[in-house]
């Protein structure tokens, strides 16, 4: 079964810098996708950025980022120039290729000092 | 453009009443449903999952049950709500094989937050 590991329940950041959140994740399939999701006090999810697993070329969306190692199964997010708005719990996700199944992992809480 | 509801919006119940909560997409067909809880800062556990009607998918056994009357409406159902079935409830929907998603990525509805006295 695949896992999906954040290991900062935490992180902060001042506004206007850049930080970067961590996901690792376990899988012996070669086709899946990666996802970043973001909730914020509302608890709405929001996709911020996908990641196929056969492409090279890290995603980027805006100010959002991603680092995509495939053997080292990581992926995380940088966010840069952070804003207020971008306080709130940011979700890592895997998708199978062949499942309908996203596995998330526990949440990173990022807060957005002015 | 593609839109998925939720209600209601919060709900306060009694133990040991019942439950159901109601979600439906629309400008979409044939979408795999998804329902997740989410406890208070907590991450999100698969509940349960559907392929198609009266297609269900169970991923934790409990005391909740989910229906798929029609196409693209997804039902939770508890016949006697627990104080642990408090919690944040979301749906969510993907679409499979072809369409705009082809990475099967889920789409959240807005949720219900479900308090349990």
């Known amino acids: 079964a695949q896992t999906v590991t954040q290991s900062q329940p935490e992180m902060s950041v001042q506004e206007a810098e850049t930080v970067t959140l961590s996901c690792t994740y376990d899988?012996?399939?070669?086709?899946?996708?990666l996802f970043w999701y973001k909730q914020p006090p509302s608890r709405q999810m929001i996709l911020v950025i996908r990641?196929?697993?056969?492409?090279?070329q890290n995603a980027t969306e805006n100010r959002f980022s991603v680092n995509f190692q495939k053997a080292a199964k990581s992926f995380s997010l940088k966010i840069s120039d952070s804003q207020l708005g971008d306080a709130a719990m940011y979700f890592c996700?895997?998708?199978?290729?062949?499942?309908?199944?996203?596995?998330f992992g526990s949440g990173t809480q990022l807060t957005v000092l002015p | 453009s593609q839109t998925i509801h939720q209600w209601p919006a919060t709900l306060v119940q009694p133990v040991g009443s019942p439950l159901s909560l109601e979600c439906t997409v629309e400008?979409?067909?044939?979408?795999?449903l998804y329902w997740y809880r989410q406890a208070a800062g907590r991450g999100l556990q698969l509940l349960f999952y559907?392929?198609?009607?009266g297609q269900i998918s169970s991923e934790v056994p409990q005391n909740l049950s989910a229906s798929r009357p029609q196409d693209r409406q997804f039902i939770l159902s508890s016949k006697k709500l627990l104080l642990s079935d408090s919690g944040f409830y979301l749906c969510?929907?993907?679409?499979w094989g072809g369409g705009m998603n082809l990475y099967n990525e889920q789409f959240f509805g807005p949720g219900t937050r479900l308090t349990v006295l």
């Open positions: 969510a929907w993907s679409d």
């Open positions: 400008g979409t067909s044939n979408p795999n």
């Open positions: 559907s392929v198609g009607i």
């Open positions: 899988t012996s399939e070669s086709d899946y996708y």
């Open positions: 990641q196929e697993a056969y492409k090279q």
């Open positions: 996700a895997y998708g199978s290729g062949s499942a309908r199944q996203l596995t």
